[in-house]
């Protein structure tokens, strides 16, 4: 059974920036692709950022709307994925989650974290 614990979201001024983390239990973490997901009020859940597995490099991609903003990265040590997210806008105002890169597969999500910008 694997466990998908969020943390780190909050309310921020435009401009700002948040880190977010996201603790994984149960699998051999290192093996597996991860992603981070956000939902918006009325809208998809949508993957912005993603980092493969250890074995395939570890390498990152990211949506438009966020590249050059977001940073995904790992550690597995930890079994932890984090998202950096700098100059925040009022369209990042979303609900925040982890998961499996959609291609690998999909575990149960997690109860996500709310990420708020505003004035």
């Known amino acids: 059974q694997v466990h998908l614990v969020e943390s780190g979201g909050g309310l921020v001024q435009p401009g700002g920036s948040l880190r977010l983390a996201c603790a994984v239990s149960g699998p051999i973490f290192r093996d597996y692709p991860m992603g981070w997901f956000r939902q918006a009020p009325g809208k998809q859940r949508e993957l912005v950022a993603s980092i493969s597995s250890v074995g395939s490099g570890g390498n990152t991609n990211y949506a438009d709307s966020v590249k050059g903003r977001f940073i995904i990265s790992r550690d597995n040590a930890k079994n932890a994925v984090y998202l950096q997210m700098n100059s925040l806008k009022a369209e990042d105002t979303a609900v925040y989650y982890c998961?499996?890169?959609?291609?690998?597969?999909?575990?149960?999500w997690g109860q996500g974290t709310q990420v708020t910008v505003s004035a």
């Open positions: 998961n499996l890169e959609p291609t690998f597969g999909r575990w149960s």
